[in-house]
């Protein structure tokens, strides 16, 4: 179907469901808030909320907390047509992209460290499994906490923790659909009731059929999920949520630099590097469930049980751009076969490695409560918790079929390799059991003192591509934690803090003398001085200077056959400064607004060529800035824009070569409108109205480093009707 016909068939769909109907909505139920995080919500048009529960600090308002975290709300994800993470870390300057190519699941980096895909990323508070395209439809709110989470996490990277909170049951009944610039077609409907007054319901499901600005990259994805609430007593509460996912599109390789020196120019963003027309979409299968159960003892102490699943199953094939080796520029050698030809040659490799399977399974028992000891208050949390997590994989499939060029109007068609994966083994095995506790205590009217930790077992197996075992490790570590929080004023909270982490040592790449070995664990350590001022009950400010250190892990140069050996020596450190302003600044005017200036170093290390310049992908200066603006003398409309700035970001590992800084421009409109008594609510969004080229990503997988171009002017239509 001609593209230029699709907008205009939704449209009929569009009006042609105007005239549905459902029940009144009953009187609502009691909600309440499953995550442990504290924190500022980031709204579209609503003054952010002051009191969350807190969980790696304890509970206390956003002022007492002592860490810097952001919440961005279900008002703006649906403002600004949020899809896939890529875009979320776009609206918060402390995030950015870590190797998210469009097609396949993505990473984001917190504070320039990326996000380990085991343990970084949370629904309801519980690990799941980070390769997958994590679906929005089913969540209220998105939780960043930012910096060591050693307590909340146990063994993890250093950079945060990015939350997802489920919606809860209620009475609403909304029906979305959408287009965009390029005729993809989007269905969703969001259902909830309580069948009687102590059991409710919510119902998710989307139906989504992309076309993508890069070609041959269409997609299509499918979306159920279900929430329950059981209210069993007054005291006594079971929530449950269960989500399924199916998706399937081609995953777009990224750029390198030529040469391993010079960016690629000329770049067509809408060009499919590698295209073949045997190449499969990649197919990713995801299920997550989650239970809590929390029980109310009286009025001071409470018992949260929760366990958590979440399974992943990606068939990853790829026609996949990477390197010169067989390139004639590269073939003698004085090239390096890790990164394009001088003259924008690459090579293309069959790539297929189906049945990778992933499963995360966690259980936690936790008590809170308070006491009093004289003139000291306690709010306490003690509890245990077991984490496992394993993949299965079969051998890969990894065959170089022919070499193309960046330039090339239409990609060479080559013919496939003849080989076929492996068996199905079990690749690693890690589990976790760990006790944790907090005590945050009340010094007379103006201190806390919050003190804690984690001690953590960690016994991990790992297996090569015939299952062999290759590793077992184990340790044990107590990550403690501690903060002090000192109320200057009504309005002002200032506070300082320390927490301990570790996480596990990377894998050395193929091209380095220790091929596939793992480091060892490393430990991180982190400090953080912060200050929270409620302007307003509308607007709430904050600012945070933080320090993070851990070993440095990179591949050295030495005398070695493959000339690098894979290493943990010296330090990395990252010290930055976070602003943020996010709430209502004037009538019918909301900002969500933040800065983040960052310093990354290795220092110590023995190899001069890596310090004294900012390490790979973490731009030194990043702001984001988004506004919403209700016209005073058209209620019903609403203007809506961002920008989003990062500076000049480091593509080699000696600082030689440089993304250039970008800035970019989103536009929208929202309009409310009552259509036979239910409200409908049209939303337009052009994100890139300029049409600027930038390279949103300079990251790295398996020790490569990729580059990926930031997309071209988006404009994006959708309409919720309220049945």
Not at 130 to 139: D, K, S, V, Y
Not at 174 to 198: C, F, K, M, Q, V
Request: with cysteine.
């Amino acid at each position: 179907m001609n593209r230029c016909y699709r907008p205009a068939l939704l449209t009929v769909a569009l009006c042609a469901a105007l005239p549905l109907y459902a029940a009144d909505a009953a009187p609502d139920a009691a909600e309440r808030s499953p995550t442990d995080l504290a924190a500022v919500r980031v709204q579209a048009h609503q003054a952010p909320a002051e009191t969350v529960q807190a969980g790696s600090f304890g509970s206390g308002t956003w002022k007492d907390t002592p860490a810097s975290l952001a919440v961005l709300d279900r008002t703006l994800l649906d403002s600004r047509q949020v899809r896939t993470l890529s875009e979320l870390a776009s609206h918060d300057a402390s995030l950015g992209d870590s190797y998210a190519p469009v097609g396949y699941y993505q990473n984001i980096a917190i504070r320039g460290f990326p996000l380990d895909t085991g343990t970084g990323y949370r629904f309801n508070g519980l690990s799941t499994t980070g390769e997958q395209r994590l679906a929005l439809e089913n969540i209220e709110r998105v939780e960043i906490l930012k910096g060591e989470a050693g307590l909340a996490a146990g063994v993890m990277a250093p950079g945060g923790i990015i939350n997802y909170v489920g919606k809860r049951p209620a009475e609403v009944r909304n029906l979305t659909l959408g287009t965009d610039a390029e005729g993809s077609r989007y269905a969703a409907i969001d259902a909830g009731h309580w069948l009687t007054p102590r059991l409710g319901v919510r119902v998710n499901a989307a139906w989504d059929d992309s076309d993508s600005y890069i070609e041959h990259a269409q997609g299509r994805r499918n979306f159920y999920s279900l929430a329950a609430d059981w209210l069993i007593s007054d005291r006594s509460r079971l929530e449950v949520d269960a989500s399924y996912q199916t998706s399937a599109q081609r995953s777009a390789s990224g750029y390198q630099l030529l040469g391993a020196t010079t960016l690629p120019r000329g770049v067509d963003r809408e060009h499919m590097l590698g295209y073949q027309p045997w190449q499969r979409p990649v197919g990713i299968d995801s299920t997550n469930l989650t239970a809590l159960h929390t029980y109310q003892f009286n009025a001071r102490w409470q018992s949260r049980v929760s366990a958590g699943y979440s399974r992943s199953v990606i068939d990853d094939n790829v026609a996949f751009a990477y390197g010169c080796y067989y390139a004639a520029q590269c073939a003698d050698g004085s090239v390096p076969g890790n990164y394009f030809a001088p003259n924008g040659d690459y090579d293309i490799y069959d790539y297929r490695s189906p049945d990778d399977t992933r499963r995360n399974l966690e259980a936690r028992a936790e008590l809170r409560g308070s006491v009093d000891t004289g003139r000291i208050a306690h709010e306490l949390s003690l509890g245990v918790d077991r984490f496992e997590r394993t993949i299965d994989k079969r051998r890969n499939v990894n065959e170089y079929v022919g070499t193309a060029n960046i330039h090339d109007a239409q990609v060479p068609v080559f013919a496939p390799s003849p080989l076929q994966p492996g068996p199905s083994v079990r690749r690693l095995d890690s589990a976790q059991t760990a006790f944790f506790a907090m005590d945050r205590m009340q010094l007379g009217d103006d201190w806390q003192w919050l003190a804690g930790g984690r001690f953590v077992r960690l016994d991990e197996r790992a297996f090569d591509k015939r299952g062999t075992p290759e590793r077992h490790s184990t340790l044990s570590r107590f990550l403690p934690q501690t903060a002090l929080v000192w109320k200057a004023s009504e309005a002002m909270n200032v506070y300082a803090s320390y927490v301990r982490g570790i996480s596990l040592g990377q894998e050395a790449p193929f091209w380095t003398a220790n091929d596939g070995a793992f480091l060892a664990p490393v430990l991180s350590r982190q400090t953080e001085v912060g200050l929270k001022y409620a302007a307003t009950d509308a607007l709430m400010l904050g600012a945070a200077v933080f320090r993070t250190a851990q070993p440095f892990q990179y591949a050295k140069p030495d005398d070695s056959d493959a000339g690098y050996t894979f290493v943990a020596e010296g330090q990395q450190t990252h010290t930055g400064l976070e602003l943020t302003a996010n709430g209502r600044v004037a009538e019918g005017l909301v900002l969500n607004a933040s800065v983040s200036a960052l310093q990354a170093r290795a220092r110590d290390t023995g190899t001069a060529l890596y310090e004294g310049h900012q390490l790979v992908n973490v731009p030194k200066r990043r702001a984001s800035l988004h506004a919403d603006y209700t016209l005073p003398f058209a209620p019903a409309l609403a203007v809506t824009g961002g920008w989003r700035y990062a500076s000049a970001n480091a593509a080699t590992v000696d600082g030689g070569v440089r993304a250039p800084a970008y800035h970019v421009v989103d536009l929208g409109l929202r309009f409310k409108q009552v259509l036979g008594d239910h409200p409908v609510t049209w939303n337009l969004a052009v994100d890139n109205v300029f049409n600027r080229f930038y390279w949103r990503d300079t990251g790295s997988s398996a020790g490569d480093y990729y580059l990926f171009p930031g997309a071209p002017r988006q404009a994006r239509l959708s309409v919720t009707f309220g049945l």
